[in-house]
């Protein structure tokens, strides 16, 4: 898939967020992320980097609000169901596999 110089630095700069906000023990969801971006707009004076900011809160908000409407977005293509299965699974494992 082809993607643009500004598609790359907003990705690149959502993962710097997520980055700080890792760094600083913060929790990693779409409002503290968008507050993030727009934290780093504010301080930032490159012009394509503060456009990649905001758009990049522009896409952070438009999720969260598709989210907001729709739980099961948020969880994209796993199965709840099977991951609580594989998790609880009662099977014990064999004696002769140590890993």
Do not use: C, W
Not at 6 to 22: R, S
Not at 31 to 50: F, H, T, V, W
Not at 91 to 98: E, H, N
């Amino acid at each position: 898939m082809h993607r643009t110089k500004n598609e790359k630095l907003k990705d690149d700069l959502i993962g710097e967020a997520v980055l700080l906000i890792l760094k600083n023990n913060g929790p990693i969801n779409f409002k503290a992320l968008a507050s993030k971006l727009r934290a780093m707009a504010m301080g930032e004076s490159d012009p394509e980097r503060q456009a990649a900011l905001a758009a990049a809160v522009a896409e952070i908000e438009q999720r969260n609000a598709g989210s907001a409407n729709n739980p099961a977005e948020t969880r994209g293509n796993y199965s709840i169901d099977n991951m609580h299965h594989l998790m609880t699974k009662n099977s014990q494992p064999r004696a002769d596999k140590k890993h």
